[in-house]
């Protein structure tokens, strides 16, 4: 699996010259590293490294792992059922897999319980796959709204996307490019609860395409850990 210290290193060069040909700032992304399937030695070795934020798409992951790992900002970035929000509410610093709002609703109820509010992402479906989660594009306006409207616990904080899987990154830009227009209207709107600063988007395949295309939040996890078994 290598040395994650040097595949964080290579990653976070990567990142810095795809923002630099973009006339970006190595500085506005930041790394998640995926620590799905991977256990708290790796956890640790990475936030050595100066990883400040790490993902895990499964509930019960987090819960296994949380308690045994250096202080970490937790993001949960796989779908997430209602059932299980209230193990992740007090865990995590934010939520990227919001894709419908009786979801919402429930992150909404148990944040009010706990006394915080928590930041989330709206996951939007760019390509429209059946396979995968997210809301349309024609569908995120909406949602945000309604949100913003009755879920007083929230702040939307951006979104985030899946490409589709191909062999050639390159086939994710135009969906990463939709993604950041998307971005951008959406995040045109005013309200005190809408912060817009994160575009989550990007995985080992095609972080660097991804950061091109204006990511400020890239996912990965192979690339820094290794294959998973
Ligand atoms: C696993 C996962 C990643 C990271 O994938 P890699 O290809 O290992 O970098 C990113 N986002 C989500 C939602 C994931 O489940």
Redesign the pocket.
Known sequence: MGDIGENIKSVRGEIARRAAAAGREAGDVVLVA?T?TYGPEAINEAVRNGVTDI?E?KVQEILDKHGAVLPVNWHM??HLQRNKVKYVIDKVKMI??VDSFRLAEEIDRRAGQAGITMDILVQVNVAEEESKFGASAAEAAGLIGEILEKCGNIRVRGL?C?APFAYDPEEARPYFRQAKAMFDELGKSSHERLDFRYLSMG???D?GVAVEEGASMV???????GA?G
């Open positions: 995926v799905k993902g798409n970035i796989g990227h897999s985030m899946m995985m080992s395949g972080f996912r990965v996890g192979t690339a820094i850990f998973r």
